[in-house]
């Protein structure tokens, strides 16, 4: 009886400290887990906080967070060149953030818009796709080109060229043209979703008062145009919105998440300048360049204005203050 005694002593106490050593093993891994979660959440915090300041000129820059990274868009074809509103881009930066699913581009160009206004600009950014000045225009020629290749496909082969009426035209006699139209093939990149989001493809025609050259663009719901400050400079702020929404084989397509179907691709096209905006020209102020921000998200609900008007806070431009705008 004795001995069995001390045989059942034994075995609870090896099974309290096999449950004891248990229950501090169970503890360790919880910890462990506990800590690297809350290290991984730290450094993502850190990640979004951390920034990187990106230069598009020797006088204008843009800091922005660590998640946007720079990338190539190539290079606008030289062939759309005659037909793309009066702009002459240079210093042009392009980044993507892939986890948001959005593009951003800067670029700095000369000043066509002197002696006109805001309401000028507005009515003609707010013309229809081909008129050579409006935002889709903006879009095609200079953001989501198509590439060279079906450019260069297109003028050189006339086998499906055709008679047919002159875009926008609402007269039933008017005068025919020669009409080309290609589909143009789109890259499986982020890229190329929103190049597809803006045109299928492009249309060359030969009138009477020479050739021209415009996208087949998508429906947009154009938005007003907001004037919009930032430290010491001014900004003419238009948008787009896609009309139809992003379909179950774009999606897949492009390789973009599930969650995204039935989203809504939006376009931003900012033109700003160190305040006063140069409307008129300013002896004092030799270099007037404009500054240029086009943004490219997709989202449900059209949730992506506040991304890029906190991007737009982010550009800086030598010589601006808050002080600059005073009298504007």
């Keep these: 009886m ?36 809350a290290a991984a959440s730290a450094a993502a915090g850190e990640s979004a906080a951390r920034t990187i300041t990106h230069g598009i000129t020797n006088d204008v820059s843009v800091e ?18 005659p037909y793309a509103p009066p702009f002459h881009l240079g210093g042009i930066l392009a980044l993507q953030n892939l986890p948001a699913s959005a593009i951003v581009q800067f670029a700095t160009s000369d000043n066509p818009l002197l002696g006109h206004d805001a309401n000028w600009l507005d009515g003609q950014m707010h013309q229809p796709s ?3 000045m409006s935002l889709v225009d903006f879009l095609f020629y200079y953001f989501f080109p198509p590439s060279a ?26 005068p025919p043209v020669l009409q080309v139209t290609y589909a143009c093939r789109h890259d499986v990149n982020l890229q190329g979703f929103f190049g597809a989001q803006v045109s299928s493809g492009i249309t060359f025609v030969q009138t009477n008062e020479g050739p021209r050259a415009y996208g087949m663009t998508a429906q947009f719901y ?21 009309v139809n929404p992003v379909t179950p084989g774009a999606s897949a ?32 102020r030799p270099n007037q360049q404009l500054i240029h921000m086009a943004y490219a998200g997709v989202g449900l609900g059209g949730n992506r204005r506040a991304e890029f008007m906190a991007l737009l806070q982010k550009v800086q431009a030598r010589g601006a203050s808050s002080s600059s705008g005073a009298g504007e």
């Design 2 to 37: 004795r001995n069995g005694g001390q045989m059942n002593g034994r075995r609870s106490g090896w099974k309290a400290f096999v449950g004891a050593a248990g229950f501090l093993l169970a503890w360790g891994i919880t910890a462990r887990t506990s800590g690297a979660q």
């Design 64 to 81: 922005l967070p660590v998640a946007w990274s720079e990338f190539n868009p190539g290079d606008a074809p030289a062939a759309l060149g």
């Design 130 to 132: 081909g008129s050579g």
């Design 149 to 174: 290749a079906c450019i260069n496909e297109a003028m050189a082969n006339n086998a499906r060229a055709s008679f047919a009426p002159s875009p926008n035209s609402i007269s039933s006699d008017a």
């Design 222 to 242: 154009l938005a007003p145009m907001e004037r919009v400050t930032s430290p010491g400079m001014t900004w003419f702020v238009f948008s787009a919105q896609r």
């Design 253 to 284: 397509h492009f390789n973009l998440p599930v969650s995204l179907q039935g989203a809504q691709a939006e376009f931003y096209w900012a033109i700003g300048a160190v305040s006063p905006f140069p409307w008129v020209y300013d002896g004092g």
